[in-house]
């Protein structure tokens, strides 16, 4: 039998196995929501790091700067999980191979506008780093958030998680071991 049909009938049986990898020089967005700037501190220590695009995420309606009033719209906006709508960009999230998204930790969930983002555009495919930013309650359930609303992503379950923005040599490091990790 030629090598060309002996080939033609094994290739079927070779199992394929498919392994996510960002090209050599990745196009990196380090997207954000931050509603009183701790997320914007890491977003922008890890932009720094990664070389990386930066795109603060915005709600189309800004939140009341009264601090009680602002509580309760957002305690209503979790309570009911309505996904804000987005302020418009002229950034195409669609367009890079890995992102850092970033996030409050909002009642051991990711915040609101993050979920607008996950539901925006369609990310399948690409490697999402998630990096959120808490008060003492830990990451919660953000990651696995991150997950199941980004369908088809290849999500790094060994995503940031600090107290505060946890800027310093540990998220440097974070930054540049992710990026690896994925190529
Ligand atoms: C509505 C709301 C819910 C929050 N829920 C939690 C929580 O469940 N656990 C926690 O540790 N911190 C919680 N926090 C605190 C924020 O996660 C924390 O202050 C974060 O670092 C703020 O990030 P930012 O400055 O980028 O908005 C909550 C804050 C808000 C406004």
Known sequence: MKF????ALILPIIPVTYVNAAPDNPRILVA???????TEKTA??????????LYKIQVEKQYPADKK????????EIENNEL????????????????????????????????SFLAKYNLSGKDIIPF?????????????????????CVVDMDGWSSWGS??????TRW?????????
């Open 166 to 171: 946890g800027v310093g040599k540990k998220l």
């Open 84 to 115: 804000p709508p987005l302020a418009p960009t002229d950034i195409n999230p669609e367009n890079y191979d890995i992102i850092f998204l970033g996030s409050p930790v909002w009642a051991n969930h990711i915040s609101q506008p993050v979920k």
């Open 4 to 7: 060309a049909k002996l080939f």
């Open 32 to 38: 954000y929501y931050s509603l009183t700037g701790k």
């Open 69 to 76: 009033e602002r509580r309760k719209i957002l305690e209503q």
């Open 132 to 152: 959120v930013t808490h008060s003492g309650g830990g990451r919660g359930q953000s990651f696995n958030d991150v997950a199941a609303l980004c369908s088809g």
């Open 44 to 53: 922008n220590a890890i932009a720094d790091a990664s070389g990386g695009t």
């Open 175 to 183: 930054t540049t071991e992710q990026i690896k990790s994925v190529q």
